[in-house]
């Protein structure tokens, strides 16, 4: 149902008509429709790909894997890459064209949904360039799927929703979900207040907003009895998370407490979360890191440059040494932490000095995996219009200069897991015939020989030999 990055997963449904889905149950939308979403981007539009899903199951919604005979086509965008907005009009033409066949077999009409950041950014540029398209929808309105969905059916014309209310989204989904296997993404919060001048966030997804303990809690929960094992705590800067806490004492929450209450849940052995901001990160959510036995030791803290120059132009608030401290005080709550960072190389007025601070900063923090890109020109943000522009040719050099040395250390972090016995989640078989996958608590995919009645189970899984990505065993 998907288009997703490696290290993102999957999830579909048995819920709950929540109260937006109950005024539009009466409309004429037949049973059995097929829906295909395709999601482009970060674990936020999985989940939300996910949930709109679970928003469309109860007025007859099916997914299908495919957009060849589907009913509804879901394009959940991302705009943080460069010609983000180009490559959704070229799978629009493909689009398109499927609709116009299914029309010419009689087999009644395609609905087009664009949805997600770009749809956000460039609303009335897609419904003009688009015609394919018969909905507009950013991130906060696709819980008013069903109610845009009538309004298309009864030939009133395309529909545009951009809306910038988190809170009523999340008081409008349900609580339940159908997830499809043993680890699931759960938002706890959205949008950005930091505005950083190369990305794009903060005006696609709005301000800062955090859901509340018991909205987070119920979601948990119903994952839990459904066999979901792991949870990954989601938001744009998910360590900005603050809310109410529940026991009415008037106390504000941070993520740390929020994932100590969450662990209390059970049947939920395993929390991820993902991604956090340096200038978030407070005692107690580092404390909770070292003292929280269902937190995996897996961390991912994006820096961006390792020149304060660089730092500073990209609006990140902190130096690179905050950072490095930042760090050392994480490993000394974590000594069996595994970090993971983003880069971006050639952003406007880096010198070969900045960039080899940049090479500096990796070889002193140390990275069990990365992701690292060239800027990007995002339309709209103060990096944009900034003098000095990198040439791409420089760019490309950079970065292969600087993803050489991150995998390097990324084989090196995987082969000093050999020999070691790890708990692994099964989520499913392998390509060769009695072959299980899961997951080690670092994230990597692993591999080894044993019974299917193992699925959804944590297991443990001596390592016998690592790749770059992925790691391979027998079972203990």
Not at 51 to 62: E, F, K, N, S
Not at 186 to 207: N, S
Not at 324 to 344: C, K, Q, T
Request: aromatic residues 6%; glycine residues 8%; hydrophobic residues 35%.
């Amino acid at each position: 149902m998907s288009d997703i990055s490696p290290r993102d997963k999957n999830a579909p449904r048995d819920i709950d008509t929540p109260a937006i889905v109950k005024r539009e149950a009466n409309v004429d939308i037949p049973n059995s429709k097929k829906l295909f979403i395709k999601t482009y981007g970060c674990q936020m539009n999985v989940y939300d790909s996910e949930r709109m899903a679970d928003v469309l199951a109860p007025v007859g919604y099916a997914a299908v894997d495919t957009p060849d005979e589907a009913d509804l086509v879901v394009l959940n965008t991302c705009h943080i890459r460069e010609k983000a907005a180009e490559k959704v009009y070229s799978e629009l033409g493909r689009i398109r064209k499927m609709k116009e066949a299914k029309a010419g077999r009689g087999e009644g009409d395609m609905t087009v949904a664009v949805a997600g950041c770009v749809a956000q950014a460039e609303g009335e540029e897609i419904m003009r360039r688009a015609p394919v398209v018969d909905m507009v929808l950013g991130p906060q309105t696709y819980h008013k799927l069903p109610e845009m969905i009538a309004r298309v059916s009864r030939a009133q014309g395309e529909v545009l929703e951009t809306d910038f209310d988190t809170q009523e989204k999340f008081d409008e989904l349900p609580t339940t979900r159908d997830p499809k296997g043993f680890s699931a993404f759960l938002t706890v919060q959205e949008g950005c207040d930091k505005f950083c001048t190369f990305c794009v966030v903060p005006y696609t997804r709005g301000a800062e907003v955090s859901r509340p303990v018991e909205q987070i809690v119920a979601e948990a929960r119903d994952l839990a009895k459904k066999g979901v094992r792991e949870i990954t705590l989601i938001g744009q800067n998910v360590n900005a998370y603050h809310a109410d806490a529940p026991d009415g004492s008037g106390k504000t929450w941070g993520l740390g407490a929020l994932i100590r209450h969450v662990a209390k849940i059970g049947g939920i052995d395993r929390i991820r979360f993902t991604t956090s901001h340096p200038r978030d990160m407070d005692e107690d959510l580092i404390k909770t890191l070292g003292d929280e036995e269902k937190l995996m030791p897996y961390f991912h803290l994006p820096i961006q440059a390792g020149s304060d120059k660089i730092l500073r132009a990209m609006n990140r608030g902190h130096s690179y040494a905050e950072y490095r401290d930042l760090i050392g005080r994480i490993r000394e709550a974590r000594p069996d932490i595994a970090l993971s960072g983003d880069f971006i190389v050639g952003f406007p007025g880096e010198t070969d000095l900045d960039f080899e601070q940049t090479l500096k900063c990796v070889d002193e923090i140390v990275y069990g995996s990365s992701f690292s890109f060239k800027y990007s020109v995002r339309p709209g943000t103060p990096g944009a219009g900034l003098p000095r522009q990198v040439p791409e040719d420089v760019k490309s050099e950079r970065l292969k200069i600087l993803q050489d040395r991150l995998y390097a250390q990324q084989f090196a972090f995987n082969q000093s897991l050999v020999g070691k016995t790890l708990p692994v989640l099964v989520e499913g078989t392998g390509r060769e015939d009695g072959q299980l996958f899961g997951r080690s608590p670092y994230l990597q995919g692993t591999h080894f020989m044993g019974a299917e009645n193992l699925i959804g189970q944590i297991v443990p899984v001596q390592i016998t030999s690592a790749g770059k990505n992925s790691l391979i065993g027998d079972l203990a």
